[in-house]
């Protein structure tokens, strides 16, 4: 099957073969591409990072040397890859921007219009997918996720004995709620560093297995404990019933399960690959139904305002798989269940 990189590639390899260069058949074929993407195109002696005009997902600039005399240059994701090969952050590219690299020099041209109004970089970057380390539009992940678990305490306490964190984009929550709630952090599952996240395998009865490859619960924290347990998300909802009947399984007296993102919705049409709505547990259960079918003793959901104050930037994210409100045109009409595109 054609991977959109792949089909992106075809098309600017026939601009190319017109007889233009890497740089002009970027803008050609960028200029008729609609959705979320952060590129670096390599080509002989330069190399070429455009990001889309929304700014959906994070691409940053790093320098060798010093700013007076730079020695080379670097582009990431995420901004802790540049601590790793000890360049610094310069800044992150913009929205519709195209930085160029060649040799040492680096030019940079606003290669498409970005959106109008303002700048929508993924809510769930701050929620999951980004290192902690990682820096946002000048937020750290780690901060954002410990004042996400402050509000959520703030927001849905409940009497337990110890406050945990699925790792790892749990964990920083759960140390803001056990802050702001007075109850201990604790520890009460280990992470197996070697498996990948369970929401992107492909297919149900390897994500079940996947979590307890990945997951082991730590029964001497856990037995005959009250636990309120911080996760980042529910997507298909399978995943958390199999950490819940695992820390049951471990002993745990109660499990209180606490949420850092409101319930998810509405499928992501911006490169996430989420399941259609028929397959999203919040999008056809209430929570009551989600506390039933995960097996928790209660299940709250951090309220969206109360994410948006977390992360501190006003409207300057996408949250459509939250509110259905979606910031650059979808390939498939809203509303229609189980659709695919
Ligand atoms: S729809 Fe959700 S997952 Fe997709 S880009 Fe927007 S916030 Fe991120």
């Known amino acids: ?6 089909l992106v590639a075809e098309l600017l390899a026939r601009e190319v073969e017109s007889g233009i260069s890497l740089a002009k058949a970027l803008g050609v074929v960028l200029e008729r591409t609609e959705g979320a993407y952060s590129m670096v195109v390599l080509e002989a002696g ?11 997902r994070p691409l940053c600039l790093g320098r060798f040397g010093d700013e007076a005399n730079p020695e080379g240059w670097i582009v990431a994701s995420e901004s802790p890859a540049l601590d790793v090969v000890g360049a610094t952050f310069v800044r992150e590219i913009a929205p519709g921007e195209m930085v160029t690299i060649s ?8 290669l498409l219009d970005p959106a109008p109004g303002k700048q929508k970089l993924c809510i769930f970057e701050f929620v999951y997918f980004a290192r902690p380390d990682t820096y946002l539009m000048g937020h750290q992940v780690h901060t954002t996720r410990r004042r996400m678990g402050e509000l959520l305490a703030a927001q849905s306490s409940v009497d337990a004995d110890i406050v945990m964190g699925v790792p790892d984009s749990g964990v920083p929550a759960a140390e803001g709620f056990a802050k702001a709630s007075g109850i201990p952090f604790g520890y009460g599952l280990v992470k197996n560093r070697y498996i990948g996240r369970t929401f992107i395998s492909p297919d149900q009865s390897l994500r079940a297995a996947t979590v307890r490859r990945k997951l082991n619960p730590l029964r001497e924290n856990i037995e005959g404990q009250r636990l309120i347990v911080v996760d980042d998300s529910i997507v298909r909802g399978t995943t958390t019933r199999e950490i819940v009947k695992m820390l049951r399984d471990a002993g745990a007296k109660e499990v209180h ?8 919705m509405n499928p992501c049409y911006y ?11 919040a999008a056809n259960n209430s929570i009551p139904e989600m506390n039933e079918f995960i ?10 305002e109360n994410l948006r104050r977390a992360i501190q930037l006003d409207g300057e994210c996408c949250d459509a798989c939250l509110t259905g409100s979606y910031p650059a045109p979808t390939p498939v009409v809203l509303g229609t269940a189980g659709s695919r595109w």
């Open 295 to 304: 097996g928790s003793d209660s299940l709250e959901f951090i309220s969206l």
């Open 257 to 264: 399960l606490r949420i850092s993102s409101p319930p998810f």
């Open 1 to 6: 099957m054609l991977s959109d990189s792949d």
């Open 271 to 281: 490169g996430i690959d989420t399941p259609t709505r028929v397959d999203l547990l």
């Open 103 to 110: 040799n040492r020099e680096l030019t940079s041209v606003q």
């Open 46 to 56: 330069e190399i070429h990072a455009v990001r889309d005009p929304y700014g959906f």
